[in-house]
């Protein structure tokens, strides 16, 4: 097996131009948390590997005109840890504090949560509810994509062979937003999630206001609840109309059982756990 650790990121996009990488299905290690396992357990082949943990200017996180910026080979620790983040997203800081252990945390990446494309990822709900866009970027240049148009199905994304995910950025929230992360799973930590919801929202004159809704590990993919969030933009809050919410986020999922729950298990927990958060 070929291992290469570049130092700059201009020699990592060189690197994964290379015929060769593409040739030997090339992979970047950015944690490695899951990609060693695949490796290990599963049988994956890969006949060469590219370690970009070494690349400093991929890693941090910045605040500037307002927009929160992440590099992609940011770790979870760093998530956790960030006083930013705690103030501007919150839901990302939670999702951080539920993801796996302290080892594990210290050596997966954002980057790396994402571009694995599971449904059930920890950190990708809170992204899609903060709307964040994802810079990819290769030899030939640079494109931003919107979250919710990254992914194509388990395990398969828009990213070329050639490309590489840089950044990760969204708008700070206000002080006065409800930001929350919620993530059922078998025990409170190293368990993949059953379900997991994040949502987003202001409460002015108490209504709802700027609505967002993610939810995990019910779909192919993360699924924002855009029904749901046209339904009870503007409202007046009650009980009962976020039961109605409730049930229509349910209709917006396509679950499936395997060996966490069942589908009928998981429509339950997206209707009981939506409620709960929403009142």
């Known amino acids: 097996m070929i291992y290469i650790m570049p130092i700059e990121k201009k020699e990592l996009l060189e690197l994964v131009a290379q015929p060769q990488f593409k040739k030997n299905n090339g992979q970047i290690l950015a944690g490695g948390s899951d990609l060693m396992v695949k490796i290990e357990h599963f049988g994956f082949k890969t006949g060469m590997i590219v370690d970009a943990k070494g690349i400093k200017s991929l890693r941090g996180i910045v605040k500037k005109d307002n927009v929160i910026k992440i590099g992609s080979l940011t770790t979870v620790s760093d998530l956790l840890e960030s006083k930013l983040l705690a103030k501007n997203a919150p839901n990302l800081n939670q999702a951080a504090k539920n993801f796996a252990a302290v ?3 210290n050596r997966s990446t954002i980057g790396g949560n994402i571009c694995n494309a599971s449904p059930a990822a ?12 994802l810079k990819l970027e290769s030899v030939k240049g640079i494109r931003r994509v919107n979250i919710d148009k990254f992914f194509k199905g388990p395990g398969k994304t828009v990213l070329k062979p050639d490309e590489i995910l840089s950044e990760i950025s969204f708008n700070a929230l206000p002080s006065s937003t409800f930001s929350r992360f919620y993530k059922l799973g078998q025990r409170e930590s190293m368990a993949i999630a059953i379900v997991s919801l994040s949502v987003i929202f202001n409460s002015n004159e108490n209504k709802f206001k700027d609505l967002r809704i993610a939810l995990g590990a019910v779909a192919p993919t993360v699924i924002r609840a855009y029904k749901t969030e046209r339904f009870l933009e503007g409202s007046i809050r009650s009980s009962e109309l976020v039961e109605k ?3 229509i986020a349910v209709n917006e999922c396509s679950p499936i059982t395997d060996v966490r729950g069942s589908a009928d298990y998981r429509r339950l927990m997206v209707e009981r756990l939506l409620a709960e958060l929403l009142n």
């Open 122 to 133: 920890d950190l990708v709900p809170p992204l899609y509810a903060l709307g964040a866009k």
């Open 103 to 105: 080892q594990i945390r």
């Open 245 to 247: 919410a409730a049930i």
